[in-house]
């Protein structure tokens, strides 16, 4: 609360002296009130037209539209702040910059290739269209390993860093003290001293309660490197385009991601809304590279200390499967995750199983899960049975049963919060990552993510979700009855959805 407090502090000043410039404005415009009402039916206008000529989700155009037709002023305002991409474009300029000046030129091999075309041409197609929209390629694991719970990966997480000899890098939507964070730090001070290049990276916003400068600077003093992404220092800040990505990357060797942020709730030694359940996986290989290149685009973006990266990549045919991992940008035309999920789960033909705290969807998804449904795929979808934030949670239940009247099955994890974020495909594809099924995880968020195909990860899930159901409750179709004014209220805020 102190950090909320001191940055709120920081910027007051600034907002004060917007609001009495605006109150000067509004005072002066009445005097010429019919000429501006005029001006901004016609700006309102320039503004519709060009949301809607906008190549994005229909159900963010319709949300802006309605705002801006009826508060013209305040809509155009706060879609200046949170709803234009132009306004990141010098972010995305500097992030595509850093990724041209690393000297990175891995690519899928044809061996590799040609493996997964035999054995799947569609899922080929799909991966080689993601792998070179991101410039990801697809590689062989040499190992990897799934955890079922965040407590379950902090020991490995703590035992490779402590082998570290060349670089840490780690970068986090949640970063806060407590026995997690301060596990970590204690090693990381220790590998500074024997000369391992150490930098932490972290989302201003997503820490905005937990980290802030002080602790920046006590990290400093020990040679450890850290700096916020898209910091919220005054007014003119932005609430979308966040780094929600999470990973840590040892000397290219192994790299640690999935839903777990570095907080004590996560290894459920800090309880806040019940247990606490969220998975996450690790990998080496050449894998690992694009984890790797990943970080080193971001950081690279943002820091004056550059990293300098060159591709050691292998190809070494010794693999646990296969494994395309990606991040996905708010400035991308086509979203990665997205595009994967529409293209994979309309093609299955047996299960779909999805591991997501929040559930907020847009009309393609809702129609291919139902579409799914009808055709006798088994879907099923795991959400917490103990909210984090009740407008969001109320806008899940909201979709839960709108899918649940169409033959989806739905399971509340009722012992508490479910924080992963997972896919389950048919019988040999899944993916594993940052990415939830909301609006913020699909279209305005730097994301990360992995899939893996013929891998035993792909087993460890299943068992994982399997087990989780069993300690879970199914919802039924007579959960779906509320009043009127419920539902009133339910289909009010789906409006709003693409901004929760």
């Given at each position: 609360?102190?950090?909320?407090?001191?940055?709120i502090f920081t910027i007051l000043p600034a907002v004060l002296l917007q609001i009495i410039w605006y109150l000067l404005l509004l005072n002066w415009l009445n005097n010429i009130f019919p000429f501006i009402n005029e001006v901004l039916s016609i700006c309102a206008f320039i503004f519709v037209l060009h949301i809607a000529s906008n190549y994005?989700?229909?159900?963010?155009?319709?949300?802006w539209i309605l705002l801006i037709v009826l508060f013209p002023i305040l809509g155009a305002w706060l879609y200046i702040l949170c709803g234009e991409t132009r306004?990141?474009?010098?972010?995305?300029?500097?992030i595509e910059k850093a990724k041209m000046n690393l000297d990175v030129h891995d690519k899928t091999s044809e061996e590799l290739n040609e493996n997964i075309k035999q054995k799947d041409e569609h899922l080929f197609q799909t991966l080689n269209t993601i792998s070179k929209n991101n410039e990801m390629p697809v590689h062989y694991i040499k190992d990897c390993k799934y955890y079922s719970l965040g407590e379950s990966m902090f020991p490995d997480m703590l035992k490779a860093l402590k082998g570290a000899k060349k670089f840490i890098y780690m970068e986090y939507f949640i970063i806060e003290e407590g026995i997690f964070l301060n596990?970590?730090?204690?090693?990381?001070?220790?590998?500074?001293?024997?000369?391992?290049?150490?930098?932490?990276?972290?989302?201003?916003?997503?820490?905005?309660?937990?980290?802030?400068?002080?602790?920046?600077k006590e990290l400093?003093?020990?040679?450890?490197k850290c700096i916020p992404f898209n910091p919220a220092i005054f007014v003119k800040f932005q609430l979308n385009n966040r780094d929600h990505r999470k990973m840590?990357?040892?000397?290219?060797?192994?790299?640690?991601?999935?839903?777990?942020?570095?907080?004590?709730?996560?290894?459920?030694?800090?309880?806040k809304y019940g247990h606490w359940k969220d998975i996450g996986f690790s990998i080496t290989g050449d894998g690992v590279n694009n984890y790797t290149f990943m970080f080193a685009q971001i950081w690279n973006s943002i820091s004056n200390d550059k990293i300098q990266m060159t591709t050691n990549f292998e190809n070494r045919n010794e693999h646990n499967g296969y494994i395309l991992s990606y991040y996905d940008s708010p400035s991308n035309k086509v979203h990665t995750s997205r595009q994967f999920l529409l293209e994979t789960f309309y093609r299955a033909t047996k299960r779909i199983w999805i591991y997501t705290p929040y559930l907020i969807l847009d009309d393609s998804v809702v129609e291919c899960l139902c579409a799914l449904a009808r055709r006798n795929v088994d879907v099923r979808i795991m959400i917490p049975g103990i909210p984090d934030k009740k407008i969001v949670y109320r806008l899940t239940m909201s979709f839960a049963r709108q899918l649940l009247k169409e033959g989806i099955q739905i399971y509340q994890y009722t012992p508490g919060f479910l924080h992963a974020k997972a896919w389950l495909i048919d019988?040999?594809?899944?993916?594993?990552?940052?990415?939830?099924?909301?609006?913020?995880?699909?279209?305005l968020h730097y994301e990360c993510n992995s899939i893996f195909y013929q891998s035993s990860i792909f087993h460890s899930l299943k068992k994982d979700m399997e087990q989780t159901m069993e300690?879970?409750?199914?919802?039924?179709?007579?959960?779906?009855?509320?009043?009127?004014?419920?539902?009133?209220?339910?289909?009010?805020?789906?409006?709003?959805?693409?901004?929760?």
């Amino acid at each position: 609360m102190k950090r909320i407090l001191s940055r709120i502090f920081t910027i007051l000043p600034a907002v004060l002296l917007q609001i009495i410039w605006y109150l000067l404005l509004l005072n002066w415009l009445n005097n010429i009130f019919p000429f501006i009402n005029e001006v901004l039916s016609i700006c309102a206008f320039i503004f519709v037209l060009h949301i809607a000529s906008n190549y994005t989700e229909s159900n963010y155009k319709l949300m802006w539209i309605l705002l801006i037709v009826l508060f013209p002023i305040l809509g155009a305002w706060l879609y200046i702040l949170c709803g234009e991409t132009r306004s990141t474009n010098r972010l995305n300029k500097n992030i595509e910059k850093a990724k041209m000046n690393l000297d990175v030129h891995d690519k899928t091999s044809e061996e590799l290739n040609e493996n997964i075309k035999q054995k799947d041409e569609h899922l080929f197609q799909t991966l080689n269209t993601i792998s070179k929209n991101n410039e990801m390629p697809v590689h062989y694991i040499k190992d990897c390993k799934y955890y079922s719970l965040g407590e379950s990966m902090f020991p490995d997480m703590l035992k490779a860093l402590k082998g570290a000899k060349k670089f840490i890098y780690m970068e986090y939507f949640i970063i806060e003290e407590g026995i997690f964070l301060n596990s970590m730090v204690d090693i990381f001070k220790e590998k500074e001293k024997e000369g391992v290049d150490v930098r932490v990276l972290y989302d201003d916003i997503g820490s905005i309660s937990t980290y802030s400068l002080h602790n920046i600077k006590e990290l400093n003093k020990y040679g450890i490197k850290c700096i916020p992404f898209n910091p919220a220092i005054f007014v003119k800040f932005q609430l979308n385009n966040r780094d929600h990505r999470k990973m840590l990357v040892i000397d290219n060797e192994i790299a640690f991601s999935g839903g777990v942020n570095i907080a004590d709730e996560y290894i459920n030694v800090k309880e806040k809304y019940g247990h606490w359940k969220d998975i996450g996986f690790s990998i080496t290989g050449d894998g690992v590279n694009n984890y790797t290149f990943m970080f080193a685009q971001i950081w690279n973006s943002i820091s004056n200390d550059k990293i300098q990266m060159t591709t050691n990549f292998e190809n070494r045919n010794e693999h646990n499967g296969y494994i395309l991992s990606y991040y996905d940008s708010p400035s991308n035309k086509v979203h990665t995750s997205r595009q994967f999920l529409l293209e994979t789960f309309y093609r299955a033909t047996k299960r779909i199983w999805i591991y997501t705290p929040y559930l907020i969807l847009d009309d393609s998804v809702v129609e291919c899960l139902c579409a799914l449904a009808r055709r006798n795929v088994d879907v099923r979808i795991m959400i917490p049975g103990i909210p984090d934030k009740k407008i969001v949670y109320r806008l899940t239940m909201s979709f839960a049963r709108q899918l649940l009247k169409e033959g989806i099955q739905i399971y509340q994890y009722t012992p508490g919060f479910l924080h992963a974020k997972a896919w389950l495909i048919d019988e040999d594809l899944c993916s594993i990552g940052t990415v939830n099924l909301d609006y913020r995880s699909l279209f305005l968020h730097y994301e990360c993510n992995s899939i893996f195909y013929q891998s035993s990860i792909f087993h460890s899930l299943k068992k994982d979700m399997e087990q989780t159901m069993e300690m879970s409750k199914q919802m039924k179709e007579e959960d779906c009855k509320q009043s009127i004014i419920k539902n009133l209220w339910d289909d009010f805020l789906r409006l709003f959805a693409p901004l929760l």
